[in-house]
């Protein structure tokens, strides 16, 4: 086994594994059938495992940025993480969806034409996994400026590596996976450079459990936690539009 996995893993792979503790692997069956599977493990995503991995990134970054989320509040799809990290600093919570139907909506818009939505309306936005199934990004971005209040934050996820959602795809569409550096790119053009931070979440052990549909059970947390550039599972962004007027469309 030893020499089979020396012969499939790369150098800097087999290096972190050695620096783990012994049972580090020891929730799964990590043996080389894993390798020669061209199916995933759970086609859901592994949510009826426990919980989605890249779920765990997220809501580890909402966590960690909990003080921004207060005040006036637009979230996409539901209010869930509103509720969750906002709790009493939320003062009042819109809801945007593409489409009508759903019962959490109170705004029916497309993110990438949105005029109807008045600008500096938002202390924060929660943008999380929305930005892959807009085509048009920029347009997107710069709503997203527009409508929120000067000095606001926008709190945005989006995906690295990640297996396509096929519903999306056949409904609305899906288009995009991101790295740090076109993240960054992208709000820079639209939000000043000194208010945009972006930073990913994952490694290789945890993008090749996400796409095999394991859920954050099957692995141990420092699995998760360790951070590797080169394997981004999930894309955080914050950026806060200053207080003094700028242009959203440079």
């Known amino acids: 086994m030893k020499d089979v996995l020396k012969a499939v893993l790369l150098h800097s792979t087999r290096r972190w594994l050695r620096r783990q503790p012994r049972n580090v692997l020891c929730t799964v069956s990590w043996d080389f059938d894993l390798f020669r599977r061209t199916t995933p493990i759970d086609p859901h ?137 076109s993240m960054r790119r992208l709000f820079e053009e639209v939000f000043p450079p000194n208010g945009v931070e972006v930073r990913n979440y994952g490694n290789v052990l945890a993008a090749t459990a996400f796409l095999h549909g394991l859920s954050v059970e099957d692995l141990p947390p420092k699995a998760l936690e360790y951070t590797d550039p080169d394997f981004p599972v999930s894309i955080a962004l914050r950026a806060v539009k200053p207080i003094s007027p700028m242009r959203a469309d440079p």
Not at 102 to 123: G, K, M, Q, Y
């Open 45 to 181: 995503w592994g949510g009826k495992r426990g919980q989605i991995i890249d779920r765990y990134y997220i809501e580890k970054f909402l966590a960690e940025h909990s003080s921004d989320i207060c005040g006036h509040v637009l979230e996409f799809g539901d209010d869930t993480y509103a509720k969750q990290f906002g709790g009493a600093k939320v003062s009042k919570i819109d809801v945007m969806h593409l489409v009508p139907g759903n019962p959490h909506a109170t705004i029916i818009a497309e993110l990438a034409n949105c005029d109807e939505v008045p600008s500096d309306t938002f202390d924060c936005i929660l943008c999380t996994q929305v930005l892959l199934l807009v085509f048009d990004l920029k347009n997107a971005i710069r709503s997203l400026f527009r409508i929120l209040k000067p000095g606001g934050v926008l709190l945005l996820t989006a995906p690295g590596i990640q297996k396509i959602s096929r519903g999306d795809m056949e409904i609305g569409g899906e288009y995009w996976r991101f790295t740090t550096l």
